[in-house]
């Protein structure tokens, strides 16, 4: 189950880069976001966090949920994370920042990414 979330978060990832190229930030915000969310239930299944038996059990992952275990899972994906939340409210549902916020990111969310695809 895990690997279908790393290849979402790759893809979505992917995605996110070819929005932010072509200066969509909205969308770019959003896919990042995506990419993010993805690479946290990825490394919290493949660890057996209780988030990952928790949001199973609801049938869904809840903010709560994704928070918990991005703090459980270091400090490279909680700032991921804390980023593609950022981007996620500001970016997505607020379209208040511009394409230099969304770039300034991409590093932290990229690392992140690389623990679950490499």
């Known amino acids: 189950m895990s690997k279908a979330h790393e290849e979402l978060a790759l893809r979505m990832y992917n995605e996110g880069i070819e ?40 049938g869904r992952w809840s903010v709560v949920l994704l928070d918990s275990a991005a703090q459980k899972l270091g400090d490279i994906v909680f700032r991921a994370w804390d980023a593609a939340y950022f981007l996620h409210v500001n970016g997505f549902h607020e379209d208040r920042i511009g394409i230099d916020a969304v770039k300034s990111r991409v590093p932290v969310i990229k690392a992140a990414l690389d623990l679950v695809t490499s």
């Open 19 to 58: 929005n932010l190229n072509k200066g969509d930030v909205i969308q770019a915000s959003e896919k990042l976001y995506k990419a993010v969310e993805e690479t946290i239930k990825a490394l919290a299944i493949r660890r057996g966090l209780p988030e990952a038996t928790e949001a199973l059990e609801r």
